[in-house]
């Protein structure tokens, strides 16, 4: 699923959507959205009402976080992960958790505002 016009509002929509349906199902894999940005695609792994983010920006997650109290970062998971992840609780319904992926991409990941996402699910 390729989203080519970039708009924040279909991303936004794109995501809530998938989330939902993941919960829906009830499955145990991963969803990926994949920032498409050329040769660095910067993604994030929702599963199970948590996100898994790779990033080496935990500064500009951290500023994240604080704008969005209802996103916390999943301790013990977090101490046990490889250098660099990070497990964020997404207790949100999807449209705050869209919201919250949304800005993630633009502001730690730091891609530009129209930015193609990709969706991958099992």
């Known amino acids: 699923m390729n989203d080519s016009d970039g708009g924040a509002a279909k991303r936004r929509a794109r995501i809530a959507e998938a989330i939902a349906?993941?919960?829906r199902s009830g499955?145990?894999?991963p969803v990926l959205f994949v920032a498409a940005t050329g040769p660095d695609q910067p993604f994030v792994e929702y599963?199970?009402?948590e996100l898994t983010v790779t990033t080496a920006h935990r500064d500009r997650l951290d500023a994240l976080l604080g704008e969005f109290p209802v996103f916390k970062?999943?301790?013990?998971?977090?101490?046990k992960a490889p250098e660099g992840e990070v497990h964020v609780s997404?207790?949100?319904?999807?449209?705050?958790?869209?919201?919250?992926?949304?800005?993630?991409?633009?502001?730690?990941?730091?891609?530009?505002?129209?930015?193609t996402l990709r969706v991958e699910e099992p």
């Open 21 to 23: 349906q993941h919960r």
């Open 27 to 29: 499955s145990e894999s």
């Open 47 to 49: 599963r199970g009402r």
């Open 73 to 79: 970062i999943a301790q013990p998971a977090t101490n």
């Open 90 to 115: 997404a207790l949100a319904d999807p449209k705050h958790t869209a919201d919250f992926l949304d800005r993630l991409f633009l502001d730690v990941f730091n891609v530009a505002a129209d930015y």
